[in-house]
Nanobody, 126 residues
Framework: QVQLVESGGGLVQPGGSLRLSCAAS????????IGWFRQAPGKEREGVSY???????YYTDSVKGRFAISRDNAKNMVYLQMNSLKPEDTAVYYC????????????????????WGQGTQVTVSS
C-alpha cells in the first residue's frame, strides 16, 4: 500500500524557518520523482518544488532561493527546508509522487501526480 505521510508543519513568524518531512512507504523512492505542493484557502493546489529520480530539482519562482528540496533514498524520506518564510507561504503542504513529468513546466502541475499525502499545515504569522 503506497503511503506518503508529511510532518513538520506549524506556526512560524515571518522570516522564520521550517523543515517539512515526507515519509514514503509501500514503494521505493529511488527511481521516482517526488514533489511538494501547497494549497491556500480558496486557492488551487500549486506546485512548490520537485526532485526527479536523478536528484535534479525544480522550484516555483516564488520560493526560489528560500526553499530547498532534498531526499534520502536510503530512508525513503523527502524534505522541504523552508527559510525566510512569508505570510503568503501559509498553506497546507503536500508531498506527492507519480508518473515522471514530461517537462520542467509539468513538474509544477498536479497532472502527473498519482499519490498524495494527507498534508501538513504551515502558518506564517506574527
Amino acid at each position: 500500500q503506497v503511503q506518503l505521510v508529511e510532518s513538520g508543519g506549524g506556526l512560524v513568524q515571518p522570516g522564520g524557518s521550517l523543515r517539512l518531512s515526507c515519509a514514503a512507504s509501500g514503494f521505493t523512492l529511488a527511481g521516482l520523482g517526488i514533489g511538494w505542493f501547497r494549497q491556500a484557502p480558496g486557492k488551487e493546489r500549486e506546485g512548490v518544488s520537485y526532485s526527479n529520480r536523478h536528484g535534479t530539482t525544480y522550484y516555483t519562482d516564488s520560493v526560489k532561493g528560500r526553499f530547498a528540496i532534498s531526499r534520502d533514498n536510503a530512508k525513503n524520506m523527502v524534505y522541504l527546508q523552508m527559510n525566510s518564510l512569508k505570510p503568503e507561504d501559509t498553506a497546507v503542504y503536500y508531498c506527492a509522487t507519480g508518473i515522471n513529468p514530461r517537462s520542467e513546466t509539468e513538474t509544477m502541475r498536479t497532472s502527473w501526480v498519482t499519490y498524495w499525502g494527507q498534508g501538513t499545515q504551515v502558518t506564517v504569522s506574527s
